[in-house]
């Protein structure tokens, strides 16, 4: 499908081009606040708004953009929103504000939302640029999802332990134990444990992106010679 179309440009950022898997970008937050599920998830959130909001703004009023004044134009429109995002946590997740700290406010430095504005959004239509940037923080989001998830219950013995600190004390029901017995393994929420996950991550991704590509191979070939029994 072509990356023009919307399911296209989602998929992109999704799986194809994961910002986190193949172009291994931000990978300062990711490592260091993905020792549970809802530290991910709230950091990846928060980056997803960023880069939808720039990237639709970045595309509306990229013709009087100068290629002389683009990238701190970009900077200063990204660091505009993510004053308005770490305001809004401060204000209404407070808790889980405090635990995410300085990451927050990097997110301005994160290099995948500046590249999505040079790459994307300053060339495509606001439409485009609004899915690119869905795409790619939504494929940020999972990636930091999935490790701290992994991390948490390999480390922690738990799942969704901290998930109060978004959805209120009524969702602590939700929380996952595997067992009282279970007492974790301390290597998997330390920085190494990190590197390691995320290396079986990026794996498991090139794992099924070669056995799609031999799949596809394999139908094309059969294709082929159907077509030439057939002539």
Known sequence: MSDSQPIGILNNGLWRNNQALVALLGLCPLLAVSNTLINGLGLGLATTLVIVLSNGTISAI?????PATRLPVFVLIIASFVTAVELGMNAYLH?????????IPLIVTNCSIVGRAEAFASRNSVKDSLLDGLGMGLGFTAVLVALGAIRELIGQGTILADIHLMFGESSRFLTFTPGPDFQGMLLAILPPGAFIFLGLLIALKNMIDKRQAASEKTVQEISVSTATVTS
């Open 95 to 103: 808790d889980l504000y405090k635990i995410l700290g300085i990451f």
């Open 62 to 66: 990229r013709q009087w953009i100068t």
